[in-house]
């Protein structure tokens, strides 16, 4: 008898570079779009346009690869600390970390029966990655990493950023701020149709998100670039 087989694509195991990638590149957009709508409503030069963008552009990048390295970091000390805590309590109580296994298989909707000798053929195989598994939802699929995140962070926060950096620098003076916040809007509906479908979401939803969030962070800096320039003129 033929055994029949067939492919499934999941996307879980792309959260951790997928999330660290979405967020450096819409907040590179959203923050130096923003930095360049403020500086050029307030009544700027483009070269002091360019200049609080490319600083931003810097400033960003090293805040966001900071950011996702500590923040993962964290994770990764919370995992190791509970694996470290399951590892003594294998060695130091297996029948109290058996029955917790059956347990968690008995809640899952297996019979007593099957529970218990799931839980004990998992255990003779390899005890520590069951509970790492099954106890405390920690899987290769999604485990952090504290690098991976930072470098991803930062080089897309740069790409984000450079977007409305190029616009400025090739748009009239006049239209800085017109040009680069409709290039902007653009530009986030992009990505957040291309992160939902890259995610395995719906398009329209993450596009149109992630376009308000980023249409209300230049609207703001636009006022408040507005409201300086004019007082200081």
Known sequence: ???????ETHMVHRIGWLRAAVLGANDGLVSTASLVVGVAAA??????????GLAGLVAGAMSMAAGEYVSVSSQTDAEQADIARETKELAETPEEELNELTSIYLARGLDEA???QVAVQLTKKDALGAHV???LGISETVVAHPIQAALVSAATFSIGAVVPLVVAALSPTAQITLVVAVTTLFALAVLGGLGA????AGIIK???RVTFWGALAMAATAVVGTIFGVAVG
């Open 197 to 200: 479908s890259t995610g395995g």
């Open 133 to 135: 598994r099954d106890e």
């Open 1 to 7: 008898m033929s055994r029949l087989t067939h492919s």
């Open 206 to 208: 993450g596009a149109v």
């Open 114 to 116: 099957l529970a218990r």
């Open 43 to 52: 009544g700027s030069g483009r070269p002091e346009i360019l200049i609080a």
